[in-house]
């Protein structure tokens, strides 16, 4: 198993907010978090990546404690993050953001190149405006720019919050195509997404969060096709 998050509480100040949440990533695996607003799916995330200190539990990554690791650290241990909001470097360019994100290989410019062709290839439109300013790209080129920057290092587990918060509909689309291709890259996802349905549909597993609990989980297929999933977090849509 390369996560392992084991009755992990954390919380703000003194306020909890996690109260035992226990969730596994395996290789290569897409599992999504889910929930209503306020459950913890954002504070997961925020507490495997350092943001966010542990009050108690474990949090594992193939096999070694991370949860005292500083964020900085993450992505020598191989953690991609994606955070919400489309977090790009506006005054630089889609090539130069894509730079940034290679930071790993900065001694390499071929590598540079070599990763940040494959990002081209995943998402072709970023290719088109290469030498863009970032603060131009439409909101959905927006977060491809975001996903294929935190792709640059090449990472083993890929942190998502929110990927398709704000997008228009195709651009939607053209960002979980993208997830779904990259099931097939040994590349380990763990998603935050109010957009249940989409989320579940791409996922090997997912998990339903309530009040800082796991509430739910199973594969991306049984949790959509539960009645209790659908009527209370997915609006009564199959």
Known sequence: MLLEVTDLTAGYGRIP?????????AEAELVSLVGPNGAGKSTVLKSVLG????????IRLDG?????????????????YVPQGRV???????????????????RDRAAVRERAEEIYALFPRLRERRQQMAWSL????????????????????LLLDEPSLGLAPAAVDVLFDALAALRGRRLAMLMVEQNAVRALEVSDRGYVLALGRTALEGTGPSLLSDPQVRELYLGGAV
């Not at 943001?51 to 474990?58: D, H, K, N, P, T």
């Open 17 to 25: 907010v996690l109260r035992g949440v226990s969730i596994r990533v």
């Open 51 to 58: 943001l966010l200190r542990a009050w108690s539990g474990s």
């Open 64 to 80: 070694r404690e991370i949860s005292r690791e500083s964020t900085h650290a993450m992505p020598r241990l191989g953690v991609g």
């Open 88 to 106: 790009v470097f506006p005054r630089m360019t889609v090539a130069e953001n894509l730079a940034v994100g290679g930071f790993a290989f900065r």
């Open 138 to 157: 439409s909101g959905g080129e927006q977060q491809m720019l975001a996903v294929g920057r935190a792709l640059m290092c090449r990472p083993r587990l």
